[in-house]
Nanobody, 125 residues
Framework: VQLQASGGGSVQVGGSLRLSCAASGRTSSGDDMAWFRQAPGKEREFVAAISMFSSNMYAESVKGRFTISRDNAKNTMYLQMNSLKPEDTAVYYC????????????????????WGQGTQVTVSS
């Protein structure tokens, strides 16, 4: 499975971006997917997860501002990011696992098998 993330860029505070993650290879609509991010000097952290088996999951820091979605026909996942803040600045990574992840583990880095290359998001004030 290969994941290609795109859509990052530089925006001002309050702006919006939409990230995309296109998948190829051995994939299924039943695969769980997620977005993580990593700021300089910090560990990779969970942002949002999507599954056909349960509700979307969001980190508290992005609830109400970010929306995760997927288009199975295009084999692509999205992250709509609104009301961006400087603390959202990071490299954003998409992740995928063949099949379902236990709900309690959907926000864990180690739950995912495949990772995209990352796309930089910079929010300036």
């Amino acid at each position: 499975v290969q994941l290609q993330a795109s859509g990052g860029g530089s925006v001002q505070v309050g702006g919006s971006l939409r990230l995309s993650c296109a998948a190829s290879g051995r994939t299924s609509s039943g695969d769980d997917m997620a977005w993580f991010r990593q700021a300089p000097g910090k560990e990779r952290e969970f942002v949002a997860a999507i599954s056909m088996f349960s509700s979307n999951m969001y980190a508290e820091s992005v609830k109400g501002r970010f929306t995760i979605s997927r288009d199975n026909a295009k084999n692509t996942m999205y992250l709509q990011m609104n009301s961006l803040k400087p603390e959202d600045t990071a490299v954003y990574y998409c992740a995928r696992r063949n099949g379902r992840i236990v709900t309690s583990s959907r926000n864990r880095v180690e739950s995912y098998e495949y990772w995209g290359q990352g796309t930089q998001v910079t929010v300036s004030s």
